[in-house]
T-cell receptor, first 110, second 112 residues
């Protein structure tokens, strides 16, 4: 069953703009991860943030985690057409393996 | 070798057929997973194997039968499926549960 909820469900931006996606979850977590999926393909791991971390960076990606609000955000800076994909957050917690959120479909127009 | 491979890429089967999906990784990962993904939905966890033992079965119908013959290989045996079982079936592996997961490209299954 789903753990996280993402918003927006769909996001359309121009190349060069920043894209922000949010993820909220319901129960305590150990880790929160973000994955990207190009249409009908396998998922690619982007970044993992642990429950005791607040922010992580990887290239053009910035992830924040607020455990008090049970929420995370993924920021993609200077977006490119190749960033067009679905983005999922996934959480795991005590006694529970990884569960995915509903996902955000990002379209970056050239 | 840092990838997870899945075969076949596409599979069409009738409701009376028996078929198997195969997943392989050579990264030394000890956790392997099967997910089912319907169009425009997130992946749903089906099974987890940890150290070649089934550790999680998410109330999956018995017409899906997983098997982990060794630490590199994961199979999903299919029998008497229904049209609503048509989906993308994804395999993943991770060093241990709770780490990042590496996904295969998936098998697109159509049940007629």
């Amino acid at each position: 069953s789903q753990q996280g909820e993402e918003d927006p469900q769909a996001l359309s931006i121009q190349e060069g703009e920043n894209a922000t996606m949010n993820c909220s979850y319901k129960t305590s977590i150990n880790n929160l991860q973000w994955y990207r999926q190009n249409s009908g393909r396998g998922l690619v791991h982007l970044i993992l943030i642990r429950s005791n971390e607040r922010e992580k960076h990887s290239g053009r990606l910035r992830v924040t985690l607020d455990t008090s609000k049970k929420s995370s955000s993924l920021l993609i800076t200077a977006s490119r057409a190749a960033d067009t994909a679905s983005y999922f957050c996934a959480t795991d917690g005590a006694g529970q393996d990884m569960r995915f959120g509903a996902g955000t479909r990002l379209t970056v127009k050239p | 070798d840092t990838e997870v491979t899945q075969t076949p890429k596409h599979l069409v089967m009738g409701m009376t057929n028996k078929k198997s999906l195969k997943c392989e990784q050579h990264m030394g990962h000890r956790a392997m997973y099967w997910y089912k993904q319907k169009a425009k939905k997130p992946p749903e966890l089906m099974f987890v194997y940890s150290y070649e033992k089934l550790s999680i079965n998410e109330s999956v119908p018995s017409r899906f039968s997983p098997e982990c013959p060794n630490s590199s290989l994961l199979n999903l045996h299919l029998h008497a499926l229904q049209p609503e079982d048509s989906a993308l079936y994804l395999c993943a592996s991770s060093p241990l549960s709770g780490n990042e997961q590496f996904f295969g490209p998936g098998t697109r299954l159509t049940v007629l």
